[in-house]
């Protein structure tokens, strides 16, 4: 299993400002992930961060509005820039780990950020 | 049309009652498929995972996936108010890192 927190657990910021989650795990890990959570919707993947190597960005997600650090196997931060409301939403920091025929995925506990 | 539909609730449910929850999907490719369960302001959890086509059980949950119409259901057998929580259905292509697509979650909550 893993262990994942997230500092901070929620926020509240205004518009135009940046907002930096920071993701913790208790083990090394090979590859994090970075979840946004919008009310009614999926769970979307914003990226996946390897240690060592630039974050991979999925559609729509773009490394200007959410540049990402992995500075090593058991930390990961995500920026949120340039907020505007439509950004409101939980963050979920995520890791892989290896076992068995299936690669479980564990889940942080979540950044709520609000915007203004 | 998304890849994965999955009916929002909420679903209210005396508690000792059989809850189903389901899920359809149009990704001929899926073949793992995950049940996490999610309680208010916490991450999701993983309840059970899937491969291929079949049922598995795991206490009083059944997870059972039918390929041929693309369809996955999370039965619950004697609900417990410690069910209630927001149960996602997830699915990914193959069991090393492939990306998991998730719907959007049912909400569950089991009355005493």
């Known amino acids: 299993s893993a262990v994942i927190s997230q500092k901070p657990s929620r926020d509240i910021c205004q518009r135009g400002t940046s907002l930096t989650i920071q993701c913790q795990v208790d083990?090394?890990?090979?590859?994090m992930f970075w979840y946004r959570q919008q009310p009614g919707q999926s769970l979307t993947l914003i990226a996946t961060?390897?240690?060592?190597?630039?974050?991979?960005?999925e559609s729509g997600f773009v490394i200007d509005k959410f540049p990402i650090s992995r500075p090593n196997l058991t930390f990961s931060t995500l920026t949120v820039s340039n907020m505007s409301p439509e950004d409101s939403s939980i963050y979920l920091c995520?890791?892989?780990?290896?076992?068995?025929?299936?690669?479980?995925?564990?889940f942080g506990p979540g950044t709520r950020l609000t915007v203004l | 049309q998304k890849e994965v539909e999955q009916d929002p609730g909420p679903l209210s449910v005396p508690e000792g009652a059989i809850v189903s929850l389901n899920c359809t999907y149009s990704?001929?490719?899926?073949?793992?498929f995950m049940w996490y369960r999610q309680y208010s302001r916490k991450g999701p959890e993983l309840l059970m995972y899937?491969?291929?086509?079949g049922n598995k059980e795991d206490g009083r949950f059944t997870a059972q996936v039918d390929k041929s119409s693309k369809y996955i259901s999370l039965f619950i057998r004697d609900s417990q108010p410690s069910d209630s929580a927001t149960y996602l259905c997830a699915m990914s292509a193959g069991g090393g890192y492939q990306k998991v697509t998730f719907g959007t979650g049912t909400k569950l909550q089991v009355i005493p």
């Open positions: 899937t491969y291929s086509s």
């Open positions: 990704n001929s490719a899926f073949q793992y």
């Open positions: 961060a390897n240690q060592g190597s630039e974050a991979t960005y």
């Open positions: 995520s890791v892989e780990k290896r076992g068995g025929p299936y690669n479980e995925q564990f």
């Open positions: 083990s090394q890990v090979t590859m």
